[in-house]
């Protein structure tokens, strides 16, 4: 099966409409119905004490309480929304899970991170942050966040520990899908919604202790007569049982629609998990196994049923009906993987929750340096290829980013997943060959960063010399997670020390500049510096400029012959369908200018963002040869426009 990443993001943003649509018939059905219920109380109390019955068109009761739904569940819903702007790590944190350490040496945290390293290399997305569930037992997991920039993904101990790596990669597979697809922001939005429903309730519930509390309290006189008006308890319990009643209807109605939409987006996860790894198996044994285990998919902390569709499997107990179940059943799963399933699961010991190290299964991190094979030109073939499989990485994709991150010299790859010397590792990277402008860079560093720094930088410039060159940005990749630990602060000195390295030399390559544009455009968004863009341009007349910019400074790139520039500019224009596209001259066109026109493009809908792609793409292979730097810059920009793009693998032909 076929995946497409540009239709599945447009289909997220229909569906997250969809939703606002939803959100706002159901503010006014909610408002409608307690309207309809406070009418029918107030008629039966005046009926009962004989007094007129004109309360059915009654315009400053039926206006308060549009205002005070619109102020709770409203209100509540955007409090919500807003409490998880951070990303997936508020709903992390809200899990009460632990981040485990990039440079973390446990056998099982380590497996569980070399794996999703794998499957963030050969998607073409950074690094997400990785958060243990170490309390609970059962095998689940979790992706969440708005995109791919501020994504975590979460895992149950019981996961990381039963599962074997072909599994656990199914998992992560899975919930890699997630975030390809689009579907963690409406997941949040969901929360959201529904948090600001239940609020109805949760008054009324508040409304009915009190007037528990109260105890009996004298009847109120009604004015000029000596009558006794009603008990306050009793209007207390009435207006109570209004909201109780009205929240918990709006819950069951948004919990059912919670339910068949994650239903549907749990098959499309399952197909594409399949599809990324080419091992049906994996993701089988995974949901095998949580059919086979007492514990299954269950999670302890009730609190956490608010995220109960981003999980992985069926976290909570389902008493009522198919209905409000998040997931599928197990076996219907399992046999749209593998149809011969025979519906019994294997009997699966639970897991302790203080496991003991196992010293003899750590993995062997003293490996000789196993390099790879580089590649100098690239073919239009492949860069076609690489476009076309944006979002849907395959087992060649994994196996490849396997092969180059076992590459990685040791001291390297140690340095990129320690929070201490990460930045040493991006130093080294920009430290020039030239004896003369590297100690210049060196004194920099030796005056704007910490001693161990600068040392550590020296030291690992050697090693990176051994780093093939497609590796070179996948380096950085690795090192965005430990890179997050930052405060801003050091952010700010980091970045500053790295622009001056680039500057060094006086001139910027374009290997520094994608190196640049990945840092920035990751840890802003992770580190709260920067929002995500938000998908505002539909039409690319609206970018002319940026989008001349773009394909003017890819065209130069390739070439300096100027019926070269003017074959790629023309192929880049014939592919984006776009009236006043003019090739600039070399002096307007540059990296410092793509910077700016990518800032804008990133504000695109996902198929607007295609075609742009598309005509890139076309741009630089219009000579039928991308030299490596080319195609990196090609995926770096993909990157920044968070269009993950894949690895270029050797020998990749059209559509593979």
């Not at 390099?371 to 476009?387: C, K, L």
């Not at 944006?390 to 060649?396: E, M, N, R």
Request: a neutral charge; proline letters at 5%.
């Amino acid at each position: 099966m076929t995946m497409d990443f540009f239709q599945h993001q447009q289909d997220a943003r229909w569906r997250t409409t969809l939703l606002v649509i939803g959100f706002v018939i159901g503010v006014i059905s909610i408002v409608l119905l307690l309207y309809t219920l406070t009418v029918i109380t107030l008629m039966f109390a005046a009926e009962g004490s004989g007094a007129g019955t004109d309360w059915l068109f009654h315009p400053e009761l039926f206006l308060g309480i549009l205002l005070f739904t619109t102020v709770v569940v409203g209100g509540t819903t955007l409090f919500k929304i807003s409490q998880l702007s951070s990303g997936g790590k508020a709903v992390a944190e809200m899990m009460r899970c632990r981040l485990v350490q990039p440079n973390s040496t446990d056998p099982d945290e380590r497996k569980l991170l070399n794996v999703v390293e794998e499957m963030a290399i050969a998607s073409g997305t950074p690094v997400p942050p990785v958060y243990l569930m170490a309390d609970e037992t059962g095998i689940n997991a979790f992706a969440a966040g708005y995109s791919s920039q501020d994504a975590v993904i979460g895992v149950t101990r019981g996961c990381m520990v039963a599962l074997n790596r072909d599994e656990l990669q199914g998992v992560v597979a899975h919930e890699f899908a997630h975030i390809l697809n689009g579907d963690m922001r409406l997941n949040i939005r969901l929360m959201g919604v529904i948090y600001g429903i239940v609020m109805l309730s949760s008054i009324g519930l508040t409304l009915f202790r009190t007037a528990l509390i109260m105890g009996p309290s004298r009847p109120v006189r009604s004015s000029g007569r000596g009558d006794r008006g009603g008990d306050p308890r009793a209007v207390l319990f009435i207006i109570a049982g209004i909201l109780i009643v009205v929240g918990w209807i709006g819950y069951l109605i948004s919990s059912i629609l919670k339910s068949a939409i994650s239903r549907q987006r749990e098959y499309l996860a399952d197909a594409a998990a399949v599809q990324f790894t080419r091992n049906p198996s994996g993701i089988g044994g995974a949901l095998r196994k949580i059919g086979g285990m007492s514990r299954g998919s269950t999670l302890l902390r009730g609190e956490g049923s608010e995220i109960s569709h981003m999980l992985f499997s069926q976290g909570f107990t389902d008493s009522m009906s198919q209905l409000f179940s998040t997931h599928p059943p197990l076996p219907e799963r399992i046999r749209r993987i593998d149809p011969s399933f025979d519906g019994r699961f294997p009997k699966v010991e639970p897991v302790r929750l203080e496991p003991k190290v196992r010293q003899d299964q750590a993995p062997d991190r003293k490996r000789a340096f196993m390099g790879t094979v580089a590649i100098g030109a690239v073919s239009a073939q492949q860069i076609d290829g690489a476009v076309k499989m944006i979002g849907q990485p395959t087992q060649a994709h994994i196996g490849y980013a396997r092969e180059l991150i076992q590459g990685l010299p040791e001291s390297v790859l140690d340095a990129v997943h320690s929070p201490d010397d990460a930045r040493a590792v991006v130093h080294a990277l920009l430290l020039d060959q030239d004896e003369s402008i590297r100690r210049t860079q060196l004194d920099r560093l030796a005056s704007h960063s910490d001693a161990h720094t600068r040392r550590m930088a020296e030291k690992l410039h050697a090693l990176i010399g051994q780093i093939p060159e497609e590796a070179m940005l996948m380096t950085v990749d690795l090192a965005i997670p430990a890179l997050s630990n930052m405060t801003v602060e050091q952010y700010r000195t980091f970045l500053a020390n790295v622009d001056v390295l680039i500057a060094a030399n006086k001139k910027i390559t374009l290997f520094e500049w994608s190196l640049r544009r990945v840092l920035v455009h990751h840890l802003e968004r992770r580190l709260g510096l920067r929002a995500a863009p938000r998908a505002s341009i539909y039409n690319l007349n609206g970018v002319r400029g940026p989008l001349c910019t773009v394909l003017s400074t890819l065209a130069r790139v390739g070439s300096s012959r100027s019926d070269e520039v003017n074959k790629a500019f023309a192929a880049g224009c014939v592919f984006l369908q776009t009236r006043g596209i003019e090739l600039l001259p070399a002096s307007e066109c540059g990296l410092g200018q793509l910077d700016h026109a990518l800032d804008s493009l990133e504000q695109l809908t996902p198929r607007a963002k295609q075609r742009v792609v598309g005509a890139m793409a076309a741009c630089i292979s219009a000579n039928l040869q991308v030299n490596r730097r080319e195609g990196e810059l090609l995926r770096a920009i993909c990157d920044t426009l968070d269009c993950p793009m894949p690895p270029l693998l050797p020998g990749q032909k059209l559509g593979q």
